[in-house]
């Protein structure tokens, strides 16, 4: 592995699917805009203009476009109107104590119906305080503060619509479809691979085997869109979704390892064996392609069974009083019981929602 893909290995390690990564890149980038246009400004005010770019862009949890755009607008508006508030009370210290304090009772209430972690009701606070105690020796110096912020504030959203745009429900469809694509080719590679020979030393090499780290990236986006989005009447849909991709992608996994377990063992397997496992996996190859999840979240594609008891026959062939073998042979008919039954119910999950 070079050191370009282990840095990008530890990177999706701690961010699976980058999405931090983006939002520091975006925010960096409205943060190097702003200061472009302001480049002739004081100090202060390209300070307030990078102040409302980050506080805007870390603000932001919805995961729809119309619905971001709606958050996008209402908390602009907030913010907005919290840098007003401050500077019409600065001049009176009771007021600008009494505001403060009420001000600050509301926004850590306000959390109380939104993430914990989200922090554009204390960035609301933040403005109006910064408001009080700025120096500003004249009406004007305030009014190029709020220009500032008005910059600020349009270009941080213009950055989240248009640079990375979030689609959460698109990344899932997406990222779903995917695995289902990968699983269809690691199937095909297999196939191949037991038509070949079935011999083979460095087994970790083979293409089926190292798409089990594409399926775990996979996996890891999706958990993370999970955990992240709120989708309310569909969340517990993604979660079962979720945790039926996680079974298929392990009992792929239990499949390599049987077939790795016969194969450095050098287990001898008939042809007539071999060509039935092939169909197998031919089997699951069409079924993986034809398996999709729409952006309706509905699946469509047909899902056959696969004769069990022609599989057994063939095995029975190939007994023999190894335990490893046994096992091996055991744990090949479990996964491909779990991939039959769960892509059954992935198909024929939606409909329950």
């Not at 980058?18 to 246009?37: G, R």
């Not at 770019?53 to 476009?65: D, E, N, R």
């Not at 600008?96 to 209430?109: C, D, P, R």
């Not at 700025?134 to 640079?163: D, E, N, R, T, Y």
Request: proline share 3%.
């Amino acid at each position: 592995m070079t050191v370009h893909k282990k840095f990008l290995s530890v990177l999706w390690k701690m961010d699976p699917g980058y999405f931090q990564l983006k939002l520091a890149f975006k925010t960096t980038l409205a943060i190097v805009i702003v200061l472009l246009l302001l480049y002739k400004e004081s100090l202060n005010i390209k300070m307030m203009a990078t102040v409302a770019c980050g506080m805007s862009m870390q603000g932001i949890t919805a995961t729809t476009w119309f619905s971001r755009m709606k958050q996008i607008l209402l908390l602009d508006t907030i913010y907005f109107f919290s840098f007003v508030l401050g500077l019409l009370v600065r001049d009176s210290p009771y007021c600008t104590a009494a505001t403060l304090i009420i001000l600050g009772f509301t926004v850590n209430y306000v959390r109380r119906f939104e993430p914990e972690n989200n922090m554009a009701p204390m960035m609301a606070w933040t403005l109006c305080f910064m408001a009080t105690i700025l120096p500003f020796q004249s009406g004007s110096q305030a009014l190029g503060h709020l220009h500032a912020l008005l910059q600020g504030l349009i270009v941080a959203a213009l950055v989240m619509f248009l640079v990375f745009p979030r689609n959460y429900t698109k990344l899932f469809v997406r990222n779903t479809n995917l695995i289902f694509d990968t699983l269809a080719h690691g199937m095909d590679e297999l196939r191949r691979f037991l038509l070949q020979g079935f011999h083979k030393d460095d087994f970790d090499a083979l293409p089926f085997d190292k798409m089990k780290e594409s399926l775990q990236h996979l996996l890891d986006s999706n958990q993370t869109i999970e955990q992240k989005g709120r989708f309310n009447n569909r969340q517990k849909f993604l979660a079962d979704t979720l945790l039926h991709l996680y079974i298929l992608v392990n009992a792929y996994d239990m499949m390599l390892a049987s077939y790795q377990s016969i194969c450095t063992k050098k287990y001898h397997l008939t042809r007539a064996a071999r060509r039935r496992l092939s169909l197998i996996n031919k089997h699951f190859a069409r079924t993986f392609r034809g398996v999709r999840l729409d952006k309706d979240f509905s699946f469509s594609g047909r899902i056959t069974a696969v004769q069990f008891p022609q599989i057994d026959r063939k095995f029975s062939k190939e007994s023999s009083s190894d335990p490893n073998l046994i096992l091996a042979l055991l744990n090949l008919k479990l996964s491909v019981t779990l991939l039959y039954q769960h892509l059954n119910e992935i198909r024929r999950g939606h409909d329950d929602y």
